[in-house]
């Protein structure tokens, strides 16, 4: 039902995939999700990655950083700015997958509305209800895939090519359509330059003083326009169908 069936086509003649690089899967079942809610608590101290973890829920996601701390996070009708949950307790509660993958470095992925993807290098977020995630001990495989899922190409090529799964505005994503996200095939030496910029992007959104810094903010804009440029070029548009996805993500 697309308007740009060329384009997506084009886009699917890639001859790689994300499931190629690392699986995305579900971040935990509906019952871990409530069973993980008396576990919560709003931490007033300053957070300790030795004896806590941090929990993000759709959200409290942003492109490419979590806004753990900044933005208030809903979860099954409770309210949390800092929420954490002490890591024995959750990792002696959950003796299972979720508590496996909640403690690996890892991409976690918006479920709802934008395709919105932020980066946990160290194990030391819990993602919760209506998240996806994708496990991959390469931070640096992590970083290129965190590239091309925050980019303006993937928002547009699955919104457009799942329209069913439309939700107010944006898309209900899947595991499936991550994985089947198509992909050009890169050497490391080809990778570097995206890794690169969404190392500079970490550095700027980590600082203490991100969230009222705009000078910080304007920069880290300036930096996911490259990589939106960057990746465009590696899907060979022409500078028309880049004004197809630009205009189509403007007027979302």
Not at 49 to 61: A, C, D, E, F, P
Request: glycine share 4%.
């Amino acid at each position: 039902f697309s308007d740009h069936l060329e384009l997506l086509l084009k886009i699917d003649t890639m001859p790689s995939k994300v499931s190629d690089l690392a699986k995305c899967e579900n971040a935990c079942a509906t019952s871990d999700a409530y069973k993980l809610d008396p576990l919560i608590k709003d931490s007033p101290e300053p957070f300790d990655r030795n004896k806590q973890m941090k929990i993000v829920n759709t959200g409290t996601i942003g492109k490419y950083y979590p806004r753990w701390g900044n933005r208030e996070m809903t979860y099954l009708g409770h309210k949390y700015l800092c929420p954490v949950v002490e890591k024995g307790e959750f990792l002696h509660s959950f003796r299972n997958s979720y508590s496996q993958k909640s403690a690996q470095p890892k991409i976690i992925i918006k479920g709802l509305n934008l395709l919105d993807a932020c980066l946990d290098s160290d194990g030391n977020i819990i993602p919760g209800k209506s998240t996806l995630i994708i496990t991959e001990g390469d931070t640096k495989r992590l970083k290129f895939l965190l590239s091309i899922i925050d980019s303006q190409l993937a928002f547009f090529y699955l919104r457009e090519r799942y329209l069913a799964s439309s939700y107010n505005l944006g898309t209900s994503f899947t595991k499936e359509m991550i994985n089947d996200l198509p992909l050009p095939l890169l050497n490391a030496e080809q990778k570097k330059p995206f890794i690169s910029l969404v190392d500079n992007i970490l550095t700027i959104t980590t600082s203490a003083d991100y969230f009222e810094n705009k000078g910080k903010q304007s920069k880290v804009k300036e930096y996911e326009r490259q990589i939106d440029q960057m990746v465009y070029e590696l899907y060979n548009l022409t500078p028309e169908e880049i004004e197809i996805v630009n205009s189509s993500i403007k007027q979302h």
